[in-house]
């Protein structure tokens, strides 16, 4: 299993939701990578690398905080596995320009993180790197939230494709028979978390990193009271007058965050109603259930603060790094192999 995430800042509960808890899950019975894509945060903050590498320590600890296990799971450096920007050259071969350009994911980033059209073009390439990211492992499953799918999409593309051209795999071969069927990629699946989009404290865009709506999985009690407590609620209204649950984006985390399904669709029903329901009393139930999930991971989190902490994860990114470079290796070994690109190993020029 491979899935990571950009340096861009910290984790936010739409990770945990979206992917976290299906990492956790499958860390129990599969081989895993997580990287950190730290290079593709350079495609949107390149003067900024102080801020990419604190970004790349912080997003680890979340990691440990959540529960991801370093002794089974490699945390990889992307920017230290070289067979991935190598790689992503290769792909490029594999996948039309235009196709690249019409990324619903990559028009709605352009999009809200405001790139107007002087982003460089190492941006869109960002899509292509990702495939890079992926492949490099053979990865039977990627979990990642709903905005991933295009993306992984165009890997099964360049996966197929690069089977099909170089290894001789018949393009009607089902997808789980490409490896069985001489492929060196096998088609990776997207496993899709209980929230594929979780919504922003603005109410409207996914919540993210770069748009300043995210509650962080490192945030203290206090800031999810502030965060949530300023949330609008989608309408205006007194307590004794009916409300529209469906519109009001705390009912969206009252649903996903509140375990109590019946006590939720009670305080939704006297919502409706306008049975004496005011929005801070909604908003009051909402903040004890995310500061309960919260918790225990600020709490692991504490573990690692400070340059005591730093020290370790640095540790923790070594070893890691050092497991994936080996079956990144190999991995670009069989790719130029089927390519007929090795003209000798690599070792006696590099070595
Ligand atoms: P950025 O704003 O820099 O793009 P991000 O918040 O979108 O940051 P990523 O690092 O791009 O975070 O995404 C990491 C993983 O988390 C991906 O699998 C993505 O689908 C998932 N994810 C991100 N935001 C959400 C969300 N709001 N709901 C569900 N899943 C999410
Ligand atoms: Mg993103």
Redesign the pocket.
């Known amino acids: 299993m491979l899935?990571?995430?950009?340096p861009?800042?910290r984790l936010?509960l739409?990770?945990y939701?979206?992917?976290i808890e299906n990492r956790l899950k499958v860390q129990e019975g599969y081989e895993c990578y997580f990287l950190l894509?730290n290079m593709h945060a350079f495609t949107?903050r390149a003067e900024q690398y102080e801020q990419i590498r604190e970004d790349t320590i912080e997003i680890v600890k979340d990691w440990l905080a959540c529960g991801i296990d370093p002794e089974r799971s490699a945390v990889v450096l992307q920017t230290e596995v070289p067979a991935i920007a190598e790689l992503t050259w290769f792909f490029a071969m594999l996948v039309p320009f235009n196709r690249v350009m019409r990324n619903p994911t990559l028009k709605t980033?352009i999009e809200s993180?405001g790139l107007g059209d002087q982003y460089p073009f190492g941006f869109p390439m960002y899509a292509v790197g990702q495939c890079a990211d992926i492949l490099a492992f053979r990865p039977a499953y990627i979990?990642?939230?709903?905005?991933?799918v295009p993306h992984i999409e165009m890997c099964r593309e360049v996966a197929r494709r690069f089977d099909q051209v170089f290894c001789g795999v018949d393009p009607k071969t089902e997808d789980a028979d490409y490896a069985g069927a001489g492929g060196v990629f096998p088609i990776p699946e997207a496993l899709i978390?209980k929230?594929?989009?979780?919504?922003?404290t603005d109410g409207e865009q996914?919540?993210?990193?770069?748009?300043n709506n995210?509650i962080y999985l490192s945030d203290t009690a206090k800031q999810v009271k502030k965060k949530i407590g300023a949330m609008y609620p989608g309408q205006s209204r007194d307590p004794d007058q009916p409300g529209d649950p469906e519109i009001n984006p705390v009912f969206e985390y009252a649903e996903i965050f509140i375990k109590d399904e019946g006590f939720v669709n009670e305080l939704k029903e006297r919502y409706r109603k306008g049975d004496n329901l005011g929005d801070g009393h909604v908003k009051v139930h909402v903040i004890e259930a995310v500061n309960e999930l919260l918790e225990p991971i600020r709490e692991r989190r504490a573990r690692y603060e400070g340059a005591a902490g730093d020290k370790e994860v640095i540790e923790i990114i070594r070893e890691g790094t050092k497991r994936a470079n080996v079956i990144a290796e190999e991995t670009l070994a069989m790719a130029k192999e089927a390519m007929g690109l090795r003209f000798f190993d690599r070792e006696d020029v590099l070595g």
């Open positions: 899935t990571g995430d950009t861009t800042g936010h739409g990770h939701v979206g992917s894509a949107t980033e993180k979990p990642v939230g709903v905005d991933q978390g929230v594929g989009r979780l919504v922003g996914k919540m993210s990193k770069s748009l995210a």
